[in-house]
């Protein structure tokens, strides 16, 4: 048997890559889709910055068991799926967006606790961390998800989708380096900030909460005028993908 191939033309493809810059171009343009892919990239800033050195922290400054952590992780789980058929019942009485404020809400105070942690209390402080992580966690994915469907056409949905997503993945990745070299850099003055003693883990925490807070101030916003993100960028882009 035989198998033919047929390529596109080298101006096809240049085309439609040409159309697809237009398009992500146009959505940049709206600063409505500009406040969601924020909301993104300060949702992955904060999970980064807060948790990738939390392992670290419990195991050498708290000194808590391999067996402790486990039931740790095991309560935040029971948490989520706890959390997760009340959250969707209250996105389905409210709103996504909404459901997105009280969730940042809720993962912003659990990443304060997390910040006051310290070895005399840290087994407290961490429990109450990890509760409210899994609450918030249950809807936090699906309420940032679900403002995209709720709020974007779905012509321009892809693309949206495509834009957050990457901007949460740099941002994640840079923040996480970012975090490295300040969580080095704490550790190497003999957990020192300014004169100040503090552990590393409690300035990146303490980082992560506030744009947790900032995702929250979003997401509200969005709550708040209850319309579409869309504003006029969808004749825009309807123009551009024409054109």
């Known amino acids: 048997s035989q198998v033919f191939m047929i390529e596109p033309k080298k101006k096809e493809i240049e085309r439609v890559r040409s159309n697809l810059w237009k398009d992500m ?21 904060s999970t980064a910055l807060a948790t990738s050195f939390l392992g670290s922290y419990m195991i050498k400054e708290m000194a808590f068991s391999q067996t402790f952590i486990v039931l740790l992780t095991t309560i935040s789980s029971i948490s989520r799926i706890i959390s997760t058929s009340f959250l969707g019942k209250f996105a389905d009485r409210k709103s ?23 070895p005399e209390n ?4 961490l429990l109450g961390y990890y509760v409210l992580y899994g609450v918030a966690m249950g809807g936090i994915g699906n309420a940032t998800m679900n403002l995209i469907f709720d709020y974007v056409s779905d012509s321009q949905r892809a693309d949206v989708l495509a834009l957050c997503h990457s901007a949460s993945g740099v941002t994640a990745l840079c923040a996480t380096i970012a975090a490295g070299k300040l969580v080095a850099h704490i550790q190497n003055a003999g957990n020192m900030l300014f004169g100040i ?15 947790s807070f900032g995702a929250m101030g979003i997401s509200c916003e969005i709550a708040r005028k209850n319309i579409s993100l869309m504003e006029n960028c969808e004749i825009v882009y309807n123009i551009n993908r024409k054109v």
């Open 197 to 211: 003693p503090v552990y590393a883990q409690q300035i990146t925490a303490c980082i992560g909460m506030f744009a």
């Open 122 to 125: 840290g087994g407290i402080m």
């Open 25 to 45: 171009l146009s959505l940049l343009k709206s600063r409505s889709i500009l406040r969601l892919i924020v909301l993104f990239a300060l949702n992955a800033i």
């Open 96 to 118: 996504f967006a909404e459901m997105a404020g009280v969730c940042f809400f809720i993962i912003s105070i659990s990443y304060l606790m997390c910040a006051c942690a310290v």
